[in-house]
């Protein structure tokens, strides 16, 4: 089983959230309340996951481009949905995520965007 980071955006879309995880139906279960174990950040709103990349060998190589996404998101323009897509648009053309992690290109498994949805 890979590891997997995801984008969540509020149903009103002014509020996004990025995590990672190993199981993200359950973990957005987890988000909107369903089960517990939802982030604090998230409380209080319902959340559609709107982007899922998939096929991190571990644990820390999905923190690690958790991470990075965050921290591009805040240099970027937009709203904050437009911000977190441009965000992962740069980091999925970038060789690695951080500059101590290993390459995407040695990953057992290619690194996938599973999942896009369009916010409107």
Known sequence: ??????????????????????????????HNGILSGGAKATRGNTWRRVYLVGGFP???????????????????????IERRKKALAKLMSSEKSTSSSVPFASYPTPLLLLEEIEVI
């Open 1 to 30: 089983m890979s590891w997997n980071c995801y984008c969540l955006c509020s149903t009103d879309s002014k509020k996004t959230y990025v995590g990672a995880t190993l199981d993200p139906d359950r973990r957005l279960k987890q």
């Open 58 to 80: 571990d644990q820390t190589a999905a923190l690690q481009f958790e991470w990075m996404w965050k921290h591009i998101s805040r240099e970027v323009s937009g709203t904050p």
